[in-house]
C-alpha cells in the first residue's frame, strides 16, 4: 500500500479497508479504451486505491462507477502502488467531485485547526435507510454503541433520529481480508481455511499501544478489528511471523493488558510512510480472550441515552 493519502498533503477523512465492486471507464497509458469492471481496496472522502489489470498514466482522468448504488464519478489517477496486496496492479485515485459520496459513505472531513483527538472512527449504518458514514463518536456514544448494539444519532437522509449499527466489512483481496492474507503479502489463505475469514470484521479506530519483545513501543490506531485479528500501521519493520505485544481499547492504562499477536500480511511503506500489518491473537486463555474482547469493542459502562445523538 502506497501513499493512501492520495497525493495530498493531509487526508483529509479516515480510510476505510473496502471492497466495492466498480466499473472503470478511460484510456490506458497508450491511448486504448479500457472498461473493466473490478473493485476497491481502499476508500475515503477524497478518493481510494483501486485494483486494474490495465496500465494507466498518472494525471489522466478515468470514470469509475458504483456497481452497487451506479452513481459515477470522475477521477484522477494519482500513482501506482509499487507494493501489490492483490497479486495485480493497484491504483490511488483521487475523486474529482468527493460531494457525490461515490462510495455510498458519508465521510465528514477533519478539522485541521480542531482536532479531537478523543473521538473514536467508526463506520456505522442507519437501521432505516441503510446510509453509511465513518462517524466520529465521542467515548460514551462508542460504549453505548458496544454496549446496545446500535446507537441513536440523527440521520440527514431520514430527517429524524434513528439506530444506528456497526457496519459489517467486506474487504481485501478476492474473498479474504487483507489483514488475514498469509502467509505472505502475496499468498492467500482460501475462504473457510481459517475460522477467522468468517469472523465479524469492523471499521473501528481504536487506540493501540504495540510492543517489541526488545521493549520498544509504539503508538498507533486500528484499520479494521476481529475478534482474533487487528489491522494496523506502524514505522517497525515488521515480518510475517514476528511476535508482538498489544494493547488495544479506551480503558485506562493501568486497566489494559498486553496481548501476545502474531504478524500474518504486512505491505511495505514508500518513504518514510507507516507499513501497514495484519496481527493475529495466538492462543489464549478463556480469561484472557474475554479481557480481549472488551478490549477491542470497549468495556460497558453505566450509560443513559443523554447527549448520545449527534
Not at 479531537?116 to 456505522?124: E, F, K, N, Y
Request: proline residues 7%; neutral net charge.
Amino acid at each position: 500500500m502506497k501513499n493512501l493519502s492520495l497525493g495530498t498533503p493531509v487526508r483529509r477523512s479516515e480510510r476505510v479497508w473496502l471492497r466495492i465492486p466498480i466499473r472503470v471507464e478511460g484510456k490506458d497509458m497508450l491511448g486504448a479504451a479500457i472498461d473493466e469492471t473490478t473493485y476497491t481496496l481502499v476508500v475515503n472522502r477524497s478518493g481510494g486505491l483501486i485494483v486494474l489489470d490495465r496500465s494507466l498514466q498518472p494525471g489522466a482522468q478515468i470514470r469509475i462507477t458504483n456497481l452497487t448504488s451506479h452513481v459515477s464519478c470522475s477521477f484522477e489517477v494519482v500513482m501506482r502502488s509499487a507494493d501489490s496486496l492483490s497479486g495485480k496492479p493497484e491504483w490511488g485515485v483521487k475523486c474529482l467531485k468527493p460531494e457525490l459520496e461515490i462510495w455510498g459513505v458519508h465521510f465528514p472531513p477533519r478539522s485541521e485547526q480542531f482536532p479531537q483527538p478523543d473521538l473514536t472512527h467508526v463506520l456505522v449504518e442507519c437501521g432505516v435507510c441503510v446510509s453509511r458514514e465513518m462517524a466520529a463518536l465521542a467515548e460514551e456514544q462508542y460504549r453505548w454503541l458496544v454496549a446496545h448494539s446500535s446507537l441513536p444519532r440523527h440521520c440527514t437522509k431520514c430527517g429524524i433520529i434513528t439506530e444506528w449499527r456497526f457496519t459489517d466489512l467486506e474487504v481485501g483481496l478476492g474473498a479474504v481480508s487483507p489483514s488475514l492474507a498469509g502467509p505472505s503479502a502475496s499468498g492467500l489463505i482460501p475462504q473457510g481455511a481459517d475460522k477467522s475469514t468468517q469472523e465479524k470484521r469492523l471499521a473501528v479506530k481504536l487506540p493501540l499501544e504495540v510492543r517489541l519483545p526488545d521493549g520498544r513501543e509504539e503508538t498507533s490506531t486500528t484499520e479494521n478489528i476481529s475478534e482474533s485479528s487487528i489491522c494496523f500501521a506502524s514505522t517497525f519493520e515488521l515480518q510475517i511471523g514476528d511476535r508482538i505485544y498489544v494493547s488495544l481499547g479506551l480503558d485506562p492504562p493501568e486497566e489494559q493488558c498486553d496481548i501476545p499477536a502474531r504478524i500474518i500480511w504486512q505491505c511495505p511503506p514508500q518513504g518514510k510512510a507507516r507499513s501497514f500489518y495484519g496481527a493475529k491473537l495466538e492462543s489464549v486463555d478463556q480469561a484472557g480472550a474475554a479481557g480481549y474482547r472488551l478490549r477491542v469493542f470497549g468495556s460497558p459502562r453505566n450509560l443513559t441515552r443523554a447527549n448520545l445523538n449527534t
